[in-house]
Structures are given as structure tokens and as C-alpha cells.
């Protein structure tokens, strides 16, 4: 992993000699049979972690090596419980109309023409742990466009850009927590975890619950995506169940006659609000 | 019960989508009691993650958790951004750290009955955020601080650098490793 321990190490007793011009160390880079091993070993290690007791993760674990990006972004320490129920965690910020306009949670209609792609609709409600609806609450989505490329400077994929597409959407919560995103499906697209590695096409989510500490960030996926088994960041949680929840259904009912597909994504939102008295009821 | 959606990195490129002009400056304009507070975002290697975002949420200093719309208050006209009111206090704040892994947040002190600032810490290579605190001074009594041994309580408590400016550095892993919180059941 390191770059350290491809460099030749000199004694520091050692008079400095003049610095041979050396090759730049080679980055190793591992290869998907490398990845998909670790994938595996992960998991087998999780089921026999359930086997023998422990309870299914519902979240992946922070340290996922097979993405390699979460090796030395993962704390080390336990995390330390808070159990305080004055906490201001369990409490969270609100959003209002003043937070989003008209156009946004249709992501065909932001520029002046109309964008390249398979227009969809994806729709959905937004649950806490016992079922209750999430009202009234922010959902942020971004995505890359129908070649699989991000209106993101950093990007660096050479997949066109679409003048017509930038990604990006929100939309409030009703009344029965429900959403709805008008988009087009996003490409797959390559990173650099790994040699010929390949996400599969997802909308990253933003979400807000009644508290803090519901907040989630996650991604959907589409329904047989052959490059699931092969994705270190969908496959980093090790749960098969739980892996299923961040798939989407095709769902004939919200396919738009002549205009779009639809997609029906149901989310829960995690965190000890669950526990707390819904504050709409009773008083 | 429902199981919980799983959660899933933030990743690189939300940088164009979640971010908004004056995210991190929930302090109404020309507040007198302002306060900055601001610092670094490092690995286990001690390197800067210059793509991170922090999210913060607090009580306003009159001590009402309820929070305020309008943190990203837009604009109908251009679907633009029109920025905060100036007014209104909504509690909550949003900041990429930029290519030093430097952030800087400009908010109004917490109130005494909960003395801190609430973190959720995104990352492409978090796999799931993190929660920490901010406590810009050393409360009288504290049920989580009291329970943390010396050096791990220290790495909660703002550095004071002088008239309303604090500093808060963030240890994702290593010695000086930043106390994360769990807050589940
Ligand atoms: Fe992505």
C-alpha cells in the first residue's frame, strides 16, 4: 500500500551520496481477482461472525479494505456511546420551502434543452425505525450523466459531458414521507480502486431525519446490474439482506406512459429517534 | 420494525451538489456574538483530506433545539442560491474542507445546557460518517467529557485563539485519534 516501503532505504549514519536518478516508485495496483478475494474473504468472515451469533450488520464496517480509500480514513478507537436524552443530537436541523424551488427535483428541466438518456422517475418513501413517515425533510440526490461522467471538475473520465445535464436534485418530503425525482439513468462509469475497476450506475442520496443522528448518505442502485459483485463500495456491506435495500425496483405503476420509467426506492433511516415519541402524536 | 437503509460513501463528486454559498456561516450577518472556529481534517497518515464536508448542528444560544429553516434559501427567480436571511439562526452549517483540508465555520456560541457543536464528518473513503462534538470551552460538568480519559476528552475541546476564534483539528485515525460518538439505542 505504502509508497514508503518502495523507496530504498539509506542508514542514516550513512554520508548522503549523490541521488541516483531513480524510477518513481509504480503505485501497486491490484486487480479485480485481488479485490473481489478480499470481497469474499469479508464476507465470509461477516456470515461467520452472524453464524456464531453476532447480529447482521445493517451498515458496512469502516474498515473495508477492498476500498481502498477507507484504510487510513477509518478511526482505530471504539466509537463512545452517548446516552445523554438531553443530547442536541437528538434534535436535527429543518428545511422549508425557502430551501428549494420548483425545478428541482426535475433533473431534465435545469437547462434550456432537454438532456441525453432514458428519462426516469424515481419515487419513494422515507421511514424512521418504527414505520413513521419522515415529513417535511430535505432529500439531496446527485448523479453523474447517461455516459457516466460527473459535472465535477475532478472527474477525469473521458465520457462526454452534456451541456443539457448537471446531476443534481432535491426535493421536501410530504406528508407520507414520500419523494419524487424526475432524471435520467446514469452511466456506469470507471474509477481508480483498482485496475479495470467499475462502478455500477447509482444516485448518491442525502438524507435528514427528525435528528442528527438519523443523517444518512447513501447511493441506489438499479435492479441486475452485472457489475454489482465486482463494486467494493456497494459489496462493503456485507449483509446480503442489506445489500438488497439499496436496490431500486422497477416498478410498472410510475413508468410515465410515452415519457419515463419508473423506479420505486424505499428508505429507512437509522439512528435512536425511533425510540422517541412521534412529536406529532399525543401531548 | 423495518431495517435501516444501509449507509454509503459520500464519495469524491459531491462537491458540485451538497455544498451552498454561506454554508458555513450560520451566524446572522453583523452578529455581534459571533464566533469562528475553524481547522484541519487529517488522515492516519496525518495528511490533509482536502474532500471532506462537515455538517454541524447545534442549539441557538437561547438555548432552542427547534432549528430554522432556510440554511440554503434560494432564489425562485434564477434557481439560484440567495444565501441566509441574516436574521434567523437555523442551527445547522455545511462546509467542504478545501485542498489544505482547512474548514472554517462562523456560527453563534452554543448555549450552556448543551455546550458544543454537533459534527457529522462525510469523506470519500468513509464508508459511513462520524460524528464528533466541538466543545469551545470546558463545561462545569459533562456526562460525556467526565467519562473520557485526559487525552482522549482533550481532543473534543477547541483550542482558543484569541478574541472569539477557536480551533478544532480532526484526527480520523492515529494517536491523536478524535473521539467519535455513537448514538444507536
Ligand atoms: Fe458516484
Not at chain 1, 64 to 91: I, K, N, T
Not at chain 2, 23 to 45: E, L, N, Q
Not at chain 2, 111 to 130: D, E, K, N, Q, W
Amino acid at each position: 500500500m505504502s509508497h514508503a516501503s518502495l523507496t530504498p532505504q539509506r542508514k542514516s549514519s550513512e554520508p548522503a551520496a549523490p541521488t541516483p536518478q531513480l524510477p518513481a516508485p509504480q503505485p501497486v495496483v491490484p486487480t479485480q481477482r485481488e479485490i473481489s478475494a478480499e470481497i469474499s474473504a469479508a464476507h465470509a468472515r461477516a456470515a461467520e461472525a452472524v453464524t456464531a451469533g453476532a447480529a447482521p450488520l445493517d451498515h458496512p464496517p469502516r474498515n473495508f479494505a477492498p476500498y481502498r480509500s477507507s484504510v487510513l480514513r477509518h478511526p482505530r478507537q471504539p466509537l463512545v456511546r452517548v446516552e445523554d436524552p438531553e443530547a442536541a443530537e437528538l434534535h436535527g436541523p429543518v428545511f422549508g420551502v425557502t430551501d428549494v424551488t420548483d425545478l428541482d427535483a426535475d433533473l431534465t428541466r435545469q437547462h434550456l434543452g432537454e438532456p441525453l438518456g432514458e428519462r426516469i422517475t424515481v419515487s419513494g418513501r422515507i421511514t424512521d425505525r418504527a414505520g413513521r413517515p419522515v415529513r417535511g425533510q430535505l432529500v439531496e440526490v446527485w448523479q453523474a450523466n447517461a455516459s457516466g461522467r460527473y459535472a465535477h471538475q475532478r472527474d477525469q473520465h473521458p465520457a462526454p459531458l452534456d451541456p443539457h445535464f448537471t446531476g443534481v436534485g432535491r426535493c421536501l418530503t410530504d406528508d407520507q414521507g414520500g419523494y419524487r425525482f424526475t432524471t435520467i439513468k446514469p452511466g456506469a462509469y470507471p474509477w481508480r480502486n483498482h485496475d479495470n475497476a467499475w462502478r455500477p450506475a447509482h444516485i448518491h442520496f442525502s438524507l435528514f431525519g427528525t435528528a442528527f443522528t438519523q443523517r444518512l448518505v447513501t447511493q441506489m442502485y438499479f435492479p441486475g446490474d452485472p457489475l454489482f459483485p465486482y463494486d467494493p463500495i456497494l459489496q462493503s456491506v456485507t449483509e446480503p439482506a442489506a445489500r438488497e435495500r439499496l436496490v431500486a425496483s422497477y416498478d410498472h405503476a410510475l413508468s410515465v406512459p410515452e415519457w419515463s420509467l419508473g423506479y420505486r426506492w424505499n428508505i429507512v433511516l437509522d439512528g435512536p429517534a425511533a425510540t422517541l415519541p412521534d412529536p406529532e402524536e399525543g401531548s | 420494525m423495518p431495517r435501516p437503509t444501509p449507509s454509503q460513501t459520500v464519495g469524491p463528486f459531491y462537491g458540485y451538489a451538497l455544498p451552498f454559498p454561506a454554508g458555513g456561516s450560520p451566524a446572522p450577518a453583523a452578529h455581534p456574538g459571533a464566533v469562528t472556529v475553524h481547522g484541519v481534517v487529517r488522515d492516519g497518515a496525518g495528511v490533509p483530506v482536502p474532500d471532506a464536508l462537515l455538517e454541524f448542528w447545534q442549539a441557538a444560544p437561547d438555548g432552542s433545539l427547534t432549528g430554522h429553516p432556510g440554511s440554503l434559501r434560494r432564489d425562485p427567480v434564477t434557481g439560484g442560491f440567495l444565501g441566509r436571511d441574516g436574521v434567523h439562526f437555523t442551527g445547522f452549517a455545511r462546509v467542504p474542507t478545501d485542498a489544505d483540508g482547512h474548514w472554517t465555520l462562523r456560527t453563534l456560541g452554543p448555549p450552556a445546557a448543551t455546550p458544543y457543536l454537533s459534527v457529522c464528518l462525510f469523506a470519500r473513503g468513509l464508508m459511513h460518517h462520524l460524528y464528533t462534538r466541538v466543545y469551545l470551552a470546558e463545561p462545569p460538568a459533562d456526562a460525556l467529557l467526565d467519562a473520557l480519559p485526559a487525552d482522549r476528552r482533550a481532543t473534543l475541546l477547541a483550542g482558543g485563539e484569541g478574541e472569539g476564534v477557536y480551533h478544532f483539528d480532526i484526527h480520523l485515525q492515529g494517536e491523536k485519534e478524535t473521539v467519535f460518538l455513537d448514538f444507536d439505542r
